[in-house]
């Protein structure tokens, strides 16, 4: 892969200071781009400004809170000139039925996953159009087509990501911004382990690592490189009459239709 791929670049990943998010930074800067990494945690942030990475830098917001939003695409220095490329990455994950959801857990999902990417990217804009436009890469999941149980808010959110990303392919197709949604499987990130120790207490990470790994028909779990260089595709010119794109990462899992064993006849 050629280094200077985004050479002269400017890209924003929210998220970007962990997990999918962080590697897809790395590999952005690692290819010539200068890269705003975004995260609501001000520990994250301090983290990632340690590392030192080259080419990359970050900053904190929150996606939720418009105020900050705003001030980020509208003051921060790397952005000034406009940017080329929105990663909408951050994103939340709480278990439960709407039952057993609360409002402030729906609000706080949909908030972040969902009103989040539609916040930074009316902001991204303008400075996607200065540069005579770019690409947003909106971070779904396989969850958006089939699921599991407790999970009613994070997929409500994923799934409206989906109507998103397709509403606003067309929107701004005459500023020559392509905007493609990706809907990743299982991938071995700290959101996946958090949820483990939630649903699976009785196992370990390493045997769950196992377990969903053979449920998937390729036979592993997914690694945030193979997301992010998925997003990377996406942004680059390559993938130049791309626009209003599904496009799943998932292993497989999500084309497996589960049907109960039937044990053989005796």
Not at 137 to 152: D, W
Request: contains cysteine; hydrophobic residues 45%; charged residues 20%.
């Amino acid at each position: 892969m050629d280094d200077s791929e985004f050479k002269g670049r400017v890209v924003v990943v929210t998220g970007g200071t962990r997990g999918i998010g962080r590697r897809c930074a790395e590999l952005f800067a690692a290819r010539g781009a200068q890269v705003l990494a975004c995260s609501h945690d001000a520990g994250e942030v301090s983290a990632a400004q340690q590392r030192g990475v080259a080419g990359v830098s970050a900053a904190r917001m929150d996606v939720r809170i418009e105020d900050q939003v705003r001030a980020i695409f509208a003051t921060h220095p790397l952005l000034q000139s406009g940017l080329d490329v929105l990663v909408n990455c951050a994103g939340i994950q709480r278990l439960g039925s709407v039952e057993t959801t609360d409002l402030a857990a729906w609000n706080e999902v949909l908030g972040v996953n969902l009103t989040g990417a539609y916040l930074c990217s009316r902001y991204a804009i303008p400075g996607l159009r200065r540069r005579g436009g770019g690409s947003i890469v909106n971070l779904s999941s396989v969850h958006a087509r089939v699921t599991a149980g407790s999970r009613a808010a994070y997929v409500a959110s994923k799934t409206g990501l989906v109507g998103l990303t397709r509403a606003m392919s067309l929107d701004h197709a005459p500023d020559h911004i392509r905007v493609n949604v990706i809907l990743p499987g299982t991938i071995d990130t700290p959101m996946i382990t958090e949820a483990w120790a939630q649903l699976r207490p009785d196992r370990t990470a390493d045997e769950m690592r196992v377990i969903i790994g053979q449920a998937n028909p390729i036979g592993r779990m997914g690694t945030p490189d193979d997301i992010a260089e998925t997003i990377l595709f996406l942004a680059s010119p390559r993938a130049g009459f791309i626009t209003g794109a599904q496009i799943a990462v998932d292993g497989g899992i999500g084309n497996r239709l589960a049907l109960p064993v039937v044990p053989a006849r005796s």
